[in-house]
């Protein structure tokens, strides 16, 4: 599966952002869906995931109650999705590149369980 991300930019504190990740190649409902995030200096880090079938959604503790994570399907044979992931009271902490990622099975939060990773979108947040 090929992921394309988008939606970062430059935004000020308590502001809200909508990222996008636009699935391709096939299988769409074959794979675990995820945003991880990466601060300069820092490790990857889980945000959020949702399970193959939408049902199941799980947050970092970092963002939990203000983070909003879905999926949908776009094409009939499955072979394309897009996953929103919908951060709002942004503070200057949530500053990173994130990253879009898919597993094929159920969900993980350890960046390494994930095989498949768009390039990433850069969020900055002023204070």
């Known amino acids: 599966v090929q992921l394309v991300e988008s939606g970062g930019g430059l935004v000020q504190s308590g502001d809200s952002l909508r990222l996008s990740c636009a699935a391709s190649?096939?299988?769409?409902?074959?794979?675990?869906m995820a945003w991880f995030r990466q601060a300069p200096g820092k490790e990857r880090e889980f945000v959020a995931a949702?399970?193959?079938?939408?049902?199941?959604?799980?947050?970092?503790?970092?963002v939990k109650g203000r983070c909003t994570i879905s999926r949908d399907s776009i094409s009939r044979d499955d072979a394309k999705g897009t996953v929103t992931l919908q951060l709002a009271s942004l503070k200057p902490e949530d500053t990173a590149v994130y990253f879009c990622?898919?597993?094929?099975?159920?969900?993980?939060?350890?960046?390494?369980?994930?095989?498949?990773w768009g390039q990433g979108t850069q969020v900055t947040v002023s204070s």
């Open positions: 990622a898919a597993r094929q099975g159920f969900i993980r939060l350890d960046a390494s369980q994930y095989d498949n």
């Open positions: 949702i399970s193959l079938n939408g049902q199941r959604t799980t947050y970092a503790d970092s």
């Open positions: 190649g096939g299988g769409f409902s074959t794979y675990a």
